[in-house]
């Protein structure tokens, strides 16, 4: 039992996965996933006993409504689809006005409710692009789609089922790991080492992930992989990631991923990513 992710997220597994799943161990414990974003590799693994943890707050919010309360995603989920596909002229504006009850932070929400404004934020906003302003404010505008996937009941419900088997948190990534054992496998997708100045998408929240964050999460898989654990991490192709795991003792592989995330889709050629793997032989 598997399934496609419930979001479109900027840096998303999805392509990635035949390299992935060839390079993960036939036989591990649990499942960590501490930098869940759209969790592509939970989705199709889908793991007996996993956990998975993002610092998004929302986002584990959302998992957990449609672990707890999928039926409750959904019918709200059909409100929004019903009103962006009868309003062809002022979906714009029901997108907008949407994006503004997310951001104001008197407004009330039930859980599902917000769970289900997460979703069609994302299959309606423009590339699937969860980013926020220094205010901390959503601000990616409407996409320019005919007829988003705004509910598809099938895949939220079988979802649902298997989130059912994932320990949820809501942390940074050295927290969602803090138990993990010998044989168990971890794999973490942080945010990307910019290829340039002009291609930092790091940025998912208001804080950044930096330099020296990404040296502190190289030290400490490299830890987990002493202790016995199945590690593997992706990363951009940068003289930086490539020294800084080499020189944690890490085995690292280049793999060609398609990207989408320019406007322009003549742009979006493949390029090239790492995965940094280490643990017991």
Request: aromatic letters at 10%; glycine letters at 8%.
């Amino acid at each position: 039992m598997s399934t496609s992710p419930v979001l479109k997220w900027c840096g998303g597994k999805t392509r990635l996965l035949p390299e992935i799943t060839k390079r993960m161990p036939d036989i591990y414990g649990r499942y960590f996933e501490p930098f869940a974003g759209g969790a592509a590799l939970f989705f199709d693994q889908a793991p007996r006993r996993a956990v998975l943890a993002d610092q998004n707050a929302d986002l584990m919010t959302l998992y957990r409504e449609l672990r707890d309360n999928v039926d409750g995603v959904i019918r709200r989920l059909r409100v929004h689809k019903r009103m962006h596909a009868e309003k062809p002229r002022g979906r714009k504006s029901y997108y907008y006005d949407v994006r503004d009850r997310w951001n104001d932070r008197d407004h009330a929400w039930k859980p599902a409710d917000r769970a289900a404004a997460f979703i069609y934020l994302n299959k309606a906003g423009f590339n699937g692009l969860y980013r926020v302003n220094r205010a901390g404010e959503f601000n990616v505008p409407i996409g320019d789609y005919d007829n988003p996937a705004i509910c598809v009941a099938g895949r939220l419900r079988l979802a649902s089922k298997l989130l059912a088997r994932a320990d949820l948190r809501t942390g940074d990534y050295a927290t969602a790991v803090r138990d993990a054992k010998a044989g168990d496998f971890i794999f973490a997708d942080p945010p990307y080492d910019p290829i340039s100045a002009t291609s930092n998408f790091t940025k998912y929240g208001i804080d950044g992930f930096s330099r020296d964050d990404q040296t502190e999460l190289a030290t400490l898989l490299r830890s987990l992989a002493d202790m016995g654990c199945h590690v593997m991490a992706s990363n951009n192709n940068t003289p930086f990631i490539r020294k800084l795991y080499r020189e944690h003792g890490f085995k690292i592989s280049r793999v060609s991923c398609g990207r989408s995330i320019n406007s322009d889709t003549t742009k979006r050629a493949a390029i090239t990513e790492l995965l940094m793997t280490a643990g017991p032989s």
